[in-house]
Each structure stands twice: as structure tokens, then as C-alpha cells.
């Protein structure tokens, strides 16, 4: 594997151990390329949005903080 990759396997990871709420997984291109970053939510207390998609980790893991704030109000309207 190379650098690249292996990098991208962490994010992935760190992402998938903080998020646990989620799936998180990559998007493969008509190329067979990775692509996108896209998380699938799997428990309601976790989020707001069936799914999140981001260009890359960090936007991704941006996304998922707001989706578990808005996941946290919503509870707290109830």
C-alpha cells in the first residue's frame, strides 16, 4: 500500500471510532476509484440526516460533530 492509503485507512478508522453512531465507509467512482467520504446512519440518537456525504475526512467528521449537535437539541425539545 502506499502512503496515501494507508493515511486515508486512519482517517477512516479514527473517523469510524469516534463516530460510532454511523457507518462510515467510501464511495467508489465509476473508475474504481475512492471517492467520496459518506457516513450512514445507524442510530437515531447519533444524528439527523439518514446520510452524510463529504468530499474528504475532515469535512466529514465537521458534518458528523453538526449532525450530533442537532441530534442532541432535537432531544432536547422532547
Known amino acids: 500500500m502506499n502512503g496515501r492509503h494507508d493515511l486515508e485507512d486512519q482517517h477512516l478508522d479514527r473517523l469510524r471510532n469516534e463516530f460510532t453512531g454511523h457507518r462510515i465507509w467510501r464511495a467508489v467512482r465509476w473508475d474504481g476509484r475512492l471517492g467520496d467520504w459518506v457516513a450512514s446512519l445507524h442510530d437515531p440518537s447519533a444524528g439527523i440526516d439518514p446520510t452524510v456525504i463529504c468530499s474528504d475526512a475532515a469535512a466529514l467528521r465537521k458534518?458528523?460533530?453538526?449532525?450530533?449537535?442537532?441530534a442532541a437539541a432535537r432531544k432536547g425539545l422532547r
Request: glycine share 0%; no cysteine; proline share 0%.
Open 63 to 70: 458534518a458528523l460533530r453538526v449532525e450530533a449537535e442537532r
